[in-house]
């Protein structure tokens, strides 16, 4: 099991908590984002992953893209490792519909290549980026927290009272945040939770700072 990660990307961050909680080794393989005008532009490895993002990973000669298919292709193939994904039809839905909030929702619109865009192309000064980038995540963020509120039942997890891939897309994102200075105080519900996740073993070795490519 090879993960193409880099320890600063989000969506490379839930695929490391989710791989740890499901206990399954893997090797690193770093992609700098930044280094050489960004070695996921490399024809390498748009060889293996054509849209130029990272996470990828390879199962044995199988490669996935995208975090969220990585996850749930993670649930289908190691079945038994604890599950990501509740088994009721309406529980997967409350936890993707979650997991979506963020990964399809608040991270696209602040990752690095529409900030760089912003910059770069649109010619948008720091000062405008940067209120872009606390702009959405807040507005997110404020409607993660009301459906938490109703769905968690003990304030430790997302989903009821156990993790699911609504935890291991929060806490990246809730990182994220803290990199822009957003204030978090007004999500009560959202960092109850993330003090339990940053609890647990899984949680703590995906942290950026932990990874073998951190600078």
């Not at 769905?151 to 929060?170: N, P």
Request: charged content about 20%.
């Amino acid at each position: 099991m090879k993960l193409y990660s880099y320890f600063r990307s989000s969506a490379a961050y839930r695929v490391r908590i989710a791989l740890n909680a499901k206990g399954i080794a893997y090797e690193t393989a770093p992609v700098h984002l930044l280094r050489h005008g960004g070695e996921q532009l490399s024809e390498a490895y748009k060889a293996i992953n054509p849209s130029a993002l990272v996470p990828s990973l390879d199962d044995n000669g199988v490669i996935v893209r995208q975090s969220l298919a990585i996850i749930e292709y993670l649930d289908e193939a190691y079945p038994d490792s604890i599950p990501l994904l509740p088994t009721s039809p309406r529980a997967r839905a409350a936890v993707r519909a979650m997991a979506m909030d963020i990964a399809c929702d608040i991270h696209p619109l602040n990752n690095l290549r529409v900030l760089r865009y912003l910059s770069r192309t649109l010619s948008v000064a720091e000062e405008g980026r940067n209120d872009w980038y606390k702009h959405w995540i807040v507005e997110g963020l404020l409607a993660l927290e009301e459906v938490v509120a109703r769905h968690s039942t003990a304030g430790r997890f997302c989903y009821e009272d156990g993790l699911s891939l609504a935890d291991v897309c929060l806490i990246p994102q809730l990182a994220n945040a803290r990199r822009c200075d957003c204030d978090l105080t007004q999500f009560p519900a959202l960092m109850a939770i993330e003090a339990h996740c940053l609890s647990l073993a899984a949680f703590q070795e995906a942290m950026p700072d932990n990874q073998p490519d951190a600078e």
